[in-house]
């Protein structure tokens, strides 16, 4: 999108065009670092949840290793959740990428 926006820009930079590139540009980079957070925000989440159990089981006196293969169990579980979410949000940002692609140029 950013090699669009400038090969487009050397053709019309004079012209009100331009700053129309930049702000799609801006949109664009806006909706990435959106969705990342997103994605980053909900595994801390999971990986929280997993992290609370486990304080939890240690508290109530669990083994320690028992206590620990599940932390490790959960947490993989969440990775491995996660790890599927990805095709899906990259389809939705290449879409709306796309978009905004066509409506620069």
Not at 15 to 25: I, N, Y
Not at 57 to 78: A, F, H, M, P, Y
Not at 94 to 100: F, G, N, Q, R, T
């Amino acid at each position: 999108m950013q090699g669009l926006m400038f090969r487009c820009s050397t053709g019309c930079c004079a012209d009100s065009q331009a700053t129309a590139m930049h702000a799609s540009l801006a949109q664009a980079q806006a909706l990435v670092t959106s969705e990342l957070e997103k994605f980053q925000d909900h595994l801390a989440r999971c990986t929280a949840y997993c992290s609370d159990k486990a304080k939890d089981s240690i508290n109530v006196g669990s083994k320690e290793l028992q206590v620990k293969r599940w932390l490790e169990t959960c947490v993989t579980k969440c990775v491995d959740d996660h790890v599927n979410f990805i095709p899906a949000m990259s389809r939705k940002m290449k879409e709306s990428l796309i978009h905004w692609e066509i409506a620069v140029c």
